[in-house]
């Protein structure tokens, strides 16, 4: 195991604790997701198609946001070493190449199950834009090992 990498310890995580991942998106992020997803939808790659909607341009996969929720709580909150068991997500506003996402964690609740065997955290997972505007909302149920 590499000796930078700190594990997370659930005794260590509390109700309150946060922590954010911010990322500009580019236009080789969203061909890059495109292609490992295999989601091809002109909304997302075609400009010409994507001047013709309601947006005028085109839109970053909803599940881009999802992508960096996933980033924040396996690197940061609550770290390595976290199993993210599920996940609830709502596209609130569109999100464009160029944005500046910022994806946030907040440890809402801590929980055990199995005699206190498995041992949950359930997280508030919101993504905001440059402009401090809600583009994602939802919540995730995380097991901390």
Sequence with gaps: MDE???IAKYEDI???DAASLSKTIT???????AGITGD??????????AKKTQFGRR???GAFSSG??????????????????????????PVFIGDTITAKAVVKEKFTKKDGKLKFLKI???????DGALVTEGEALIIVM
Excluded: R, W
Aim: with cysteine; charged share 15%; aromatic share 10%.
């Design 68 to 93: 960096l929720i996933s980033a924040v709580l396996g690197m940061k909150l609550p770290g390595p070493g976290a199993l993210y068991a599920s996940q609830s997500c709502k596209f609130v506003k």
């Design 27 to 33: 236009q080789a992020d969203v061909t890059l997701f």
């Design 59 to 61: 839109l970053v996969h």
């Design 124 to 130: 508030e997972t919101n993504c905001y834009n440059q």
């Design 14 to 16: 509390n109700v309150g």
């Design 4 to 6: 930078g990498i700190k």
């Design 40 to 49: 091809f939808n002109p909304l997302h790659v075609n400009e010409e198609y």
